[in-house]
């Protein structure tokens, strides 16, 4: 069946470093594109960055760019994020998306908090 798992999530301090890593299977990996939401407490989850199926455009949200980073590896079906410069506003649940033609597959989420 299909299965996106995030991992990488945690507690970092302000100005700090993560790289959020999902992990595909059950699909063809390599066909979607596919992106980071994030979620915080009180508000509607949004899109932070896409990345095409082949790799070859990236996307990112205004508050995120320049400090976040989206990349795949079709080899390994993983999709990664690296997140720098972290700031507090930063702190919400973390989502993979894959989307490919009216299919949209979610994974599970992983926390984020930016506090000091």
């Known amino acids: 069946q299909v299965q996106l798992v995030e991992s990488g999530g945690g507690l970092v301090q302000p100005g700090g470093s993560l790289r959020l890593s999902c992990a595909a299977s059950g699909f063809t990996f390599s066909s979607y594109a596919m992106s980071w939401y994030r979620q915080a407490p009180g508000k509607e989850r949004e899109l932070v960055a896409v990345i095409t199926s082949a790799g070859g455009s990236t996307n990112y949200a205004d508050s995120v760019k320049g400090r976040f980073t989206i990349s795949r590896d079709n080899a390994k079906n993983t999709v990664l994020l690296q997140m720098n410069s972290l700031k507090p506003e930063d702190t919400a649940v973390y989502y993979c998306?894959?989307?490919?033609?009216?299919?949209?597959?979610w994974g599970q989420g992983t926390q984020v908090t930016v506090s000091s």
């Open positions: 998306k894959a989307y490919w033609r009216g299919y949209n597959y």
